[in-house]
């Protein structure tokens, strides 16, 4: 069955590099120090039931979904602890996401070794599937995130707290393409930051 929500998509906006969490990890970006690393991303959030909710019919792809929004909360998994090394070594990105996809990231981490910097604190996510495809020769998913920054801390390997720039937005929109392939395999194919757009 094939569902298909739209909603309007720009294209993404590079903001210095590759765009908001680019300008947090090289000079940009910053706050205090966090100690502990997330072991999870959190869940796309979902309001609580109201007694309309209770005669709506069920999402016929509800299982689908979830399935894409675990393999692209587990390439975030996996991309912090990068960025806390500023260093993909011994991560499983290419698990869940190919190389189009995580270009965006390398260019982040190749800023961050460049200028001396790491990723502490926590990246904010909060991931829905929009559009579906299932119909297709390879069925696609697409994932509108606002990923939020109000938590997320930069510093040089030094020490020295990095602050987030004035113009930066805390929270933007971000925009993945996934592929399901062999085996209902989803993977993360396209990613798109687009710090002109705020939520």
């Known amino acids: 069955m094939t569902a298909r929500q739209t909603r309007p998509r720009t294209h993404a906006m590079a903001l210095c590099g590759a765009v908001g969490l680019a300008l947090a990890l090289t000079g940009c970006g910053g706050g205090s120090d966090d100690t502990k690393p997330p072991t999870t991303l959190p869940a796309a959030s979902s309001a609580a039931?109201?007694?309309s909710a209770s005669v709506s019919?069920?999402?016929p792809d509800a299982v689908v979904k979830a399935a894409v929004l675990e393999v692209y909360s587990s390439m975030w998994v996996e991309q912090m602890k990068a960025y806390r090394v500023a260093s993909p070594e011994g991560t499983r990105l290419a698990d869940y996401a190919t190389l189009?996809?995580?270009s965006t990231f390398e260019r982040d981490l190749a800023h961050m070794k460049k200028s001396g910097t790491i990723?502490?604190?926590r990246l904010g996510h909060e991931p829905e599937v929009t559009e579906l495809?299932?119909?297709a020769k390879i069925p696609t998913a697409t994932v509108e995130d606002c990923v939020d920054l109000s938590k997320w801390k930069a510093e040089r390997t030094s020490g020295e707290v990095i602050p987030l720039p004035t113009a930066q937005p805390l929270r933007y929109v971000a925009t993945a393409t996934a592929e399901r392939w062999d085996e209902d395999r989803w993977m993360v194919t396209e990613y798109?930051?687009?710090g002109s757009r705020s939520c």
Do not use: I, M, N, R
């Open 100 to 102: 189009d996809a995580l």
């Open 192 to 194: 798109k930051p687009d």
């Open 49 to 51: 039931p109201s007694a």
């Open 133 to 135: 495809d299932l119909e």
């Open 57 to 59: 019919p069920v999402d």
């Open 119 to 121: 990723g502490t604190g």
